[in-house]
């Protein structure tokens, strides 16, 4: 029997559907009252002091990046293997990624990677630290050896929620971390992000550049005794609210979000123990308990000993109707960057690697036990 399992699926089946009619009973759309609640539960449930929900992630890590003071000339660490957006927004300041390689068995910038590269160039003045698939970095060691170099710390958490490392929430660690709620990430609001922070001032900072840099939100004037119509505007800000439909379906997903993470981590157990022994795939290393995992990705690598490429075994899993992805194409083979930047895939040795053979595989709450069955027993057919 042929199954038809997709890469990803949305799961909207708690209390989306009542959040989002009563803000539409409210009449008031934009940034409100549910987007300030979102904030309020999503910065406790991770420990961090503010946080500020904008309209995507990306939107998250440029405000993060600006509130930092990032500018023209200015350096940041980038790892090649992660998505273009975190790369991007270095750019849109007219500061400069520069890429280093990550671990090979979890996609993760090493303690050991970011010492060589910050000690060879010192002019790099913060670093993008991406937590793969939805494993934390070693923060633990990375942290102090960033703040003893006066390096600033962005987290890329777009995989990342909810994750521990040593019994710390990601979104508790550094300067800044940004969270991402796009359509296929562990929780969703259609499109959206958060941005979460223990420092007030750039907290502040981003709340302003969020609206236009005005220094008022419209939902503080409109709550405020003071009058609605006047404000200032300190800075070319952007455009980068979380409208209140938006945050409905947030507060939904985040009452679920335990248990969406805890049917993730069913998947990944299954894939664990049904894939182990076999010798042509390297499995995700998982370095403290599965449970600390947001298990956004299950990401596999065919390695040297598979007898089928990646780009064909991605061909028969369609033929047998199940849906795989890629993380990442890295930065490093993207035209623009390796042009820019002249780029050379041989200073990304782990990165090549993985990106050689890896496939990642569908990883969700819905997903049951006997699509897992049927997943499993597909990837054996494939690669004998
Ligand atoms: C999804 C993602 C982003 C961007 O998030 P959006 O909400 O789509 O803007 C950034 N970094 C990584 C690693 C991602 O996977």
Redesign the pocket.
């Known amino acids: 029997m042929l199954l038809k399992i997709p890469f990803a699926k949305v799961d909207c089946s708690g209390n989306e559907w009542i959040y989002v009619q009563e803000v539409l009973n409210s009449g008031w759309l934009t940034t409100a009252g549910k987007t300030h609640l979102l904030e309020k539960q999503f910065s406790e449930y991770v420990g961090g002091k503010f946080a500020c929900a904008v309209n995507?992630?990306?939107?998250?890590?440029h405000l993060a990046l600006e509130a930092i003071g990032t500018g023209p000339g200015d350096r940041v660490l980038v790892p090649s293997m992660?998505?273009t957006?975190?790369a991007e927004v270095v750019r849109y300041l007219g500061a400069d990624p520069v890429f280093c390689d990550v671990d090979y068995a979890t996609r993760l910038v090493t303690p050991a990677i970011l010492k060589d590269a910050l000690l060879h160039q010192p002019e790099i003045k913060a670093v993008m630290i991406?937590h793969?698939g939805g494993q934390a970095a070693e923060m633990e060691t990375i942290l102090p050896f960033c703040r003893s170099l006066g390096v600033r710390i962005i987290e890329?958490a777009?995989?990342a929620f909810p994750s521990r490392r040593r019994g710390k929430w990601v979104g508790s660690f550094g300067d800044i971390t940004?969270f991402?709620?796009?359509a296929n990430?562990t929780i969703t609001t259609g499109?959206?992000?958060m941005l979460v922070t223990d420092n007030e001032a750039l907290f502040k900072r981003c709340k302003v550049m969020r609206l236009h840099g005005i220094d008022r939100d419209i939902w503080d004037r409109y709550m405020s005794a003071a009058s609605s119509w006047e404000y200032d505007v300190i800075a070319p800000g952007y455009k980068y609210n979380m409208p209140d439909v938006a945050a409905a379906i947030g507060i939904a997903q985040l009452e679920k979000a335990d248990l969406l993470r805890q049917e993730r981590e069913r998947c990944a157990k299954f894939y664990f123990n049904n894939l182990a022994d076999m010798d042509s795939i390297d499995l995700p290393e998982v370095r403290e308990s599965m449970a600390d995992h947001a298990w956004h990705l299950f990401s596999i690598v065919l390695n040297e000993r598979s007898r089928v490429p990646r780009n064909r075994f991605i061909e028969l899993m369609a033929e047998k109707g199940i849906g795989t992805s890629v993380h990442y194409k890295p930065l490093h083979r993207m035209t623009y960057y390796r042009e820019r930047y002249g780029l050379r895939p041989e200073d990304f040795p782990n990165t090549e690697r993985i990106w050689k053979g890896c496939v990642s595989l569908p990883i969700y709450p819905t997903l049951s036990d006997e699509e897992l069955v049927y997943i499993c027993k597909s990837i054996r057919e494939i690669l004998g």
């Open positions: 995507s992630g990306t939107a998250a890590l992660t998505f957006a975190t991406v793969f890329d777009a995989h940004c991402s709620f796009y990430k499109e959206g992000g």
